[in-house]
């Protein structure tokens, strides 16, 4: 329960810095929604003046089609009040989604470097969508639903004080009830997030995987996993919309009472029954305007009902996006890495197990200056990946024992920069990627960079330079583009430690040799650098090389 009730914490944390990064766009969606709110207002008494001359037969013709033009602009406003809100809705949903990616990714990066994993890629999709209703149409209402039945209830106290009194007495509870039946949506929505995250994995890992499962006719085995997983989802969405329901079902209960009240009140103050106050006194256009504005009342009630279920998907999207976007940024750091060229790396008594392999990596030792290059080579599993996360502290609370220094103090994980084989690259601009861990480099700096690790040419063909979107969803970059990106990116940051794992895999001699010069870049800026390959590449310039040989270090 405890575990529970802090990631609702972090996931409201999550949610109120988002709600003040959007607050303009948040602003403009809610006064596009006063507008229309108070037009249709305009357009009931408009029409009830209409209704009431024309069956008392009191207004002459001038008078009627100065109420009928009226009217329709009334209409008309309200129109452009639709057509305004939901432009800016669409607007607001684009910079909730985008903001939020920009968190994630960055969240990604200071985490777990450049590689994604299958849960971590599952949160880019429904989870990230799930925001943007929340922001553009739950926050905005919650204004709605207070400034627009408030008016209404102004101008019905001004017409009929009886028929106010009953609108009053019905309008608390409602969202009382709302907040009783949705207490639980939140965690709802949060399990459901959680299992989504968890599906993506079992479902992504028995597709890598697949050839070793037909080997083992473990096949039929992984199916029936990945039907109980889909199965449980499918339960846990019927919760979902049962509590959904519910809320909803709640609000047109009291609404209906609400209303039909208003209306035997009206019904029976026209025929004369009641000589109760203004009851005795009531007129067409009165009773007319008090009827059509009571489902008005409660129409913003009604609609907020429908968006307090995006609240609850949000919240539960929040928590399963707060574990990366809310971790510190790599911008946020940059003051406390130690200053370039002090110190050296130290690894001691280093000795990694992993759960059913046994200990993998055995009592390693070594040292690393700054401004040198030092080369890890090794048969494929020996053992090198791990050995670079475990300096890097990405996989720490797997380690028995482990010492990292950079001079004389213990490492910060802030100090180092670690690349995957697959360095990251997010679906934004190549600016924004450069920036990443430095995000007040200026164009001179972001230019300077990319000419430093062969990219100058970059700015010349993509269409828009620096502005261009790159990644899988823009302009590709090749894997020795990509590779010098992510060097570029380490180049603008204060990292003092940089480890790369295999930064010339499945690259040709021209490419592998373009990403040696930027590492090179990187030791004569006095870095100390540590690369984990197999490729031969790296032995002309390396200033120490080890071999690693079944988990335990040789000198080369």
């Avoid at 988002?18 to 607050?23: N, S």
């Avoid at 109760?276 to 007319?288: C, E, N, R």
């Amino acid at each position: 329960m405890k575990a529970v009730n802090e990631e609702l914490k972090q996931a409201r944390l999550l949610l109120a810095r988002l709600l003040f990064a959007l607050r303009n766009d948040i602003r403009m969606v809610t006064l596009w929604g006063v507008l229309q709110g108070v037009a249709t207002v305009a357009y009931v008494l408009l029409l009830a003046w209409l209704l009431s001359v024309t069956v008392g037969g009191t207004a002459s013709l001038a008078e009627l089609s100065a109420l009928v033009a009226a009217v329709l602009l009334a209409l008309v406003v309200r129109a452009i009040g639709f057509y305004g809100q939901e432009k800016s809705v669409l607007k607001l949903n684009s910079n909730s989604e985008r903001l939020a990616l920009q968190w994630l990714t960055q969240g990604w990066e200071n985490a777990a470097g450049y590689s994604v994993a299958s849960e971590q890629a599952s949160l880019v999709g429904e989870p990230l969508q799930a925001l943007g209703p929340y922001f553009s149409r739950f926050q905005p209402q919650l204004w709605l639903a207070v400034v627009i039945p408030l008016l209404i209830l102004m101008i019905v106290f001004s017409l009929d004080w009886i028929a106010g009194l009953f609108l009053l007495a019905s309008a608390p509870l409602i969202p009382i009830f709302m907040a009783l039946v949705g207490m639980g949506a939140e965690r709802v929505n949060q399990q459901h997030f959680a299992l989504m995250r968890r599906i993506s994995g079992i479902f992504i890992d028995r597709l890598r995987n697949l050839t070793v499962l037909k080997l083992f006719n473990q096949t039929e085995l992984a199916k029936n996993e990945v039907q109980r997983a889909s199965e449980k989802s499918q339960q846990l969405n019927m919760k979902t919309l049962r509590v959904a329901f519910l809320s909803s079902a709640v609000l047109e209960f009291f609404s209906a009472i609400a209303i039909a009240a208003v209306a035997i009140y009206v019904g029976f103050s026209l025929l004369g029954y009641y000589e109760v106050g203004p009851a005795s006194k009531m007129t067409w256009f009165v009773g007319l305007a008090v009827l059509m504005l009571a489902p008005e009342f409660f129409q913003p009630l009604r609609t907020l009902s429908t968006y307090y279920h995006d609240r609850a998907t949000a919240t539960g999207a929040a928590a399963e996006l707060a574990r990366y976007a809310l971790s510190e940024q790599p911008q946020a750091t940059l003051a406390k890495h130690t200053s370039k060229g002090a110190g050296n790396l130290s690894v001691r008594e280093l000795n990694v197990s992993y759960p059913g392999r046994g200990q993998v990596l055995h009592n390693i030792h070594f040292t690393a200056q700054a401004g040198s290059l030092t080369w890890l080579n090794g048969a494929s599993g020996a053992g090198k990946s791990t050995l670079l996360k475990s300096i890097a502290g990405l996989i720490a609370h797997e380690a028995q024992h482990l010492a990292v220094c950079i001079g004389a103090a213990p490492a910060e994980n802030e100090a180092i920069a670690y690349l995957a084989q697959t360095p990251f690259i997010a679906n934004a601009s190549l600016k924004h990627n450069l920036t990443l861990a430095a995000p007040s480099a200026s164009q001179a700096q972001l230019e300077n960079v990319l000419a430093e690790v062969g990219l100058a040419y970059l700015l010349q063909e993509l269409p828009t330079g620096l502005a261009t979107s790159v990644g899988t969803q823009g302009t590709g970059l090749s894997g020795g583009e990509a590779r010098r990106v992510a060097i570029a990116r380490v180049l603008l940051s204060s990292a003092q430690l940089v480890l790369l794992d295999e930064p010339t895999a499945g690259l040709d001699k021209a490419s592998a040799e373009e990403v040696l010069l930027a590492i090179q870049r990187l030791v004569a800026d006095q870095r100390i650098v540590v690369v984990a390959s197999h490729d031969t590449i790296f032995a002309a310039v390396a200033s120490q090389a080890f071999t690693l040989t079944e988990g335990r270090l040789y000198e080369a």
